[in-house]
């Protein structure tokens, strides 16, 4: 019997591609998993009727780990995102991104080390829209003081775990005095239980203006969901953009891995995507199942792959190489290692 049990979501577009990779890479390090595969999304429905079958979030339930691609969402019409209803039905109410500099991809900025820590549950992805009369539409966000407290423990806990020495909440409290003002007064609640850790706030449009021009300032960042959606993009792109960057929503019971990006249909099939995104997530998930020396392999793996020459690399971050050449060069120095 393997060691870990994982429920696996290739997802589509590049999903099952960049998913494979790291499935590879994984195994290249030596960890013992056996995944429990599943289809989701537009293939799920066209097999079971449904685009996220119950026997998935059973799997994920029973395993309490899951890696997942990137699910293409219908727009305007059609199903609603898979990855906001995993992210409901498991309660994984921390999204979390670190956000790092990485060897040899070029960016504006060097040493860049930011923890993006997003409320994951609620504001105005609680999708409680309507039409009030035809031409008008209404649409609720929802912040409780539960989840705006357990998602400032939940920052509060990974800063002290993790050495981090300050978290800036970021919210619109002069306008959305209510809503975003409770957030902001469960965040100065709870820092209070951790006077090691400096806590201080910014209002979201300075904070994109301050990112774009001085992202070193900042250590770690605590937004409710709306905002950290969109500034956790803007952070990727400090360090090379979607395709390298990890992410995580974590749960008290579980929780699921996966690539912020999205499932590329321009790059789709092509063997052009790159898989580092979901390998970062992946290396994550290794830590969260106690892998922590694969994890590290993997790590200085990435950063010796990233030092040689561009063929070993993807387009996107100024590579010539294919997704295939990214995990044999991967394999290639896990085994050297
Ligand atoms: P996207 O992330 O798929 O693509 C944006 C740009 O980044 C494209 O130019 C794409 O080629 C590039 N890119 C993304 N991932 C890459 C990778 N691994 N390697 C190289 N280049 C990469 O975002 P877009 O176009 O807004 O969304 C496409 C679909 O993905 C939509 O249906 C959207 O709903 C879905 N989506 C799913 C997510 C998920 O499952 N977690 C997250 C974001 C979007």
Redesign the pocket.
């Given at each position: 019997m393997a060691k870990h049990k994982i429920t696996l979501l290739p997802?589509d577009?590049?999903?099952p591609e960049?998913t494979a990779a790291v499935v590879a890479i994984i195994e290249c390090a030596g960890v013992d998993v056996e995944w429990e595969k599943f289809f989701v999304g537009a293939e799920a429905i066209a097999r079971f009727g449904d685009p996220l079958p119950a026997e998935v979030l059973a799997s994920i339930v029973r395993n309490k780990v899951g890696l997942?691609?990137?699910?293409?969402?219908?727009?305007g019409t059609g199903f609603s995102?898979?990855?906001v209803r995993l992210r409901k039905a498991l309660d994984l109410y921390s999204n979390l991104r670190p956000v790092r500099s990485m060897p040899n991809i070029k960016t504006r900025y060097d040493d860049v080390d930011l923890v993006v820590v997003r409320e994951n549950t609620e504001s105005l992805y609680a999708g409680l829209e309507h039409e009030v009369v035809p031409g008008v539409v209404e649409s609720l966000k929802i912040i409780t003081e539960r989840a705006s407290t357990r998602i400032a423990k939940f920052a509060f806990e990974y800063a002290r775990a993790n050495d981090r020495k300050r978290i800036t909440v970021v919210h619109k409290a002069n306008i959305m005095k209510l809503s975003d003002g409770l957030f902001l007064q469960c965040f100065r609640n709870v820092s209070k239980d951790y006077p090691e850790i400096v806590a201080d706030d910014r209002i979201v449009d300075n904070l994109c203006m301050q990112l774009v021009m001085n992202p070193n300032q900042f250590d770690m960042l605590l937004l409710e969901n709306l905002y950290g959606d969109i500034v956790s993009d803007l952070t990727a792109g400090l360090v090379g953009?979607?395709?390298v960057v990890a992410g995580a929503n974590i749960g008290e019971n579980g929780a699921v891995f996966?690539?912020?990006?999205?499932?590329?249909?321009?790059?789709a099939g092509q063997n052009?995507?790159?898989?580092?995104?979901?390998l970062q997530s992946a290396v994550l998930m290794l830590n969260y199942i106690g892998e922590n020396v694969a994890a590290r392999k993997i790590n200085d793996s990435i950063a010796i792959v990233l030092a040689q020459g561009p063929e070993r690399r993807?387009?996107?971050i100024g590579g010539t190489g294919t997704t295939s050449d990214f995990t044999a060069a991967m394999c290639e120095t896990l085994r050297g290692l």
């Amino acid at each position: 019997m393997a060691k870990h049990k994982i429920t696996l979501l290739p997802g589509d577009g590049i999903g099952p591609e960049v998913t494979a990779a790291v499935v590879a890479i994984i195994e290249c390090a030596g960890v013992d998993v056996e995944w429990e595969k599943f289809f989701v999304g537009a293939e799920a429905i066209a097999r079971f009727g449904d685009p996220l079958p119950a026997e998935v979030l059973a799997s994920i339930v029973r395993n309490k780990v899951g890696l997942k691609g990137p699910v293409t969402t219908p727009v305007g019409t059609g199903f609603s995102s898979i990855n906001v209803r995993l992210r409901k039905a498991l309660d994984l109410y921390s999204n979390l991104r670190p956000v790092r500099s990485m060897p040899n991809i070029k960016t504006r900025y060097d040493d860049v080390d930011l923890v993006v820590v997003r409320e994951n549950t609620e504001s105005l992805y609680a999708g409680l829209e309507h039409e009030v009369v035809p031409g008008v539409v209404e649409s609720l966000k929802i912040i409780t003081e539960r989840a705006s407290t357990r998602i400032a423990k939940f920052a509060f806990e990974y800063a002290r775990a993790n050495d981090r020495k300050r978290i800036t909440v970021v919210h619109k409290a002069n306008i959305m005095k209510l809503s975003d003002g409770l957030f902001l007064q469960c965040f100065r609640n709870v820092s209070k239980d951790y006077p090691e850790i400096v806590a201080d706030d910014r209002i979201v449009d300075n904070l994109c203006m301050q990112l774009v021009m001085n992202p070193n300032q900042f250590d770690m960042l605590l937004l409710e969901n709306l905002y950290g959606d969109i500034v956790s993009d803007l952070t990727a792109g400090l360090v090379g953009g979607l395709g390298v960057v990890a992410g995580a929503n974590i749960g008290e019971n579980g929780a699921v891995f996966e690539a912020v990006h999205g499932s590329a249909p321009d790059l789709a099939g092509q063997n052009k995507a790159n898989p580092l995104a979901l390998l970062q997530s992946a290396v994550l998930m290794l830590n969260y199942i106690g892998e922590n020396v694969a994890a590290r392999k993997i790590n200085d793996s990435i950063a010796i792959v990233l030092a040689q020459g561009p063929e070993r690399r993807t387009r996107d971050i100024g590579g010539t190489g294919t997704t295939s050449d990214f995990t044999a060069a991967m394999c290639e120095t896990l085994r050297g290692l």
